[in-house]
């Protein structure tokens, strides 16, 4: 391969990111080992189904679902990249509590199932929190790394011993503030 077909290659990955970080108002950011620890120590300890809304490159998604095989994940990725690359990880992972959907969080008229969790640009968290408002069942749990849903209650601010974001714990039906 020449080096102005790796450059044209190269080229056209990086529009693809840029692209969809514009559409999407996002960039895909990866989540460190000791992040998605982390996040998976607050999950039930009952079996459930997990969302990961904004999947990415699906650390934290093969790593719930390879943490606990007793819990159904679904990845749920727009960006074409990313989600690529996720199918591949997942493939190669062979996890049958997994699977990946191409699509947009938003335009999904589906349950999410019994936990949600996401790490999501600030400015599209308002419409997770639209999403879940119509979609989730009360009792239902939402794990925001870094970012707090606007007009919400959260029942736990965690400082993440990983770094220096924060984890915002919710549950639905008791999430609205005032």
């Known amino acids: 391969m020449s080096e102005l077909s790796i450059l044209v290659i190269l080229g056209v990955v990086i529009a693809l990111i840029l692209i969809y970080a514009i559409r999407l108002r996002a960039v895909p950011m990866p989540s460190g080992r000791k992040a998605r620890t982390e996040i ?74 019994d936990v949600v969790v996401c790490f999501l640009d600030p400015r599209v968290m308002a419409d997770v929190g639209d999403v879940l408002n119509q979609r989730m069942v009360p009792g239902g749990i939402v794990i925001s790394r870094a970012f707090a849903i606007p007009g919400w209650q959260a029942f736990g601010e965690v400082p993440m011993q990983s770094g220096s974001d924060m984890l915002y714990l919710y549950r639905v039906g008791s999430h609205l503030s005032g």
């Not at 994940?73 to 690529?84: A, D, Q, R």
Request: aromatic share 6%.
């Open 40 to 113: 998976i120590s607050y999950l039930p300890k009952e079996p459930c189904r997990v969302t990961d809304f904004g999947s990415g490159w699906g650390d934290l998604a093969i790593s719930i679902a390879r943490a606990r095989p007793d819990i159904t994940v679904t990845g749920i990725e727009l960006s074409p990249l990313p989600y690529t690359v996720s199918r591949i990880r997942a493939r190669l992972a062979q996890l049958e509590n997994l699977s990946l959907v191409r699509a947009d969080f938003r335009k999904r008229d589906q349950d999410p199932g």
